[in-house]
């Protein structure tokens, strides 16, 4: 991530100062009040256990996502033949939906 600090620096003057822990430590922290007034930003890798914790969540002002990862399935071979699945031909979100609701 250095490269990326050094670079908003350099385009906006503003420098980060990255404090590093654990997503659980962190929403802890924002809970408990501990972060207030210490950092400007909080960058976690989910915000699921934020979710979790109603107390933490009601203290975020702004989200936004900067990824999504991908699901990755195992298909029986029989089932990639029913579907018409093949090398060149794999699935997206449209083809998929038909398959899932169908059971």
């Given amino acids: 991530m250095t490269p990326v600090f050094d670079q908003v620096r350099k385009d906006t003057g503003i420098a980060i100062r990255p404090t590093y822990m654990g997503t ?31 107390d933490a969540a009601k203290k975020v002002v702004s989200e936004t996502p900067v990824m999504s990862s991908p699901v990755a399935i195992g298909v029986k071979n029989a089932t990639v033949k029913t579907l018409g699945w093949t090398p060149t031909r794999s699935p997206g979100r449209s083809s998929n939906r038909p398959s899932r609701t169908a059971g």
Wanted: net charge negative; no cysteine; glycine share 6%.
């Fill in 24 to 54: 659980l430590d962190a929403v802890d922290l924002l809970a408990k009040g501990k972060v207030d007034g210490q950092y400007d930003a909080l960058w976690l890798s989910s915000n699921d256990y934020l979710r979790l914790r109603p």
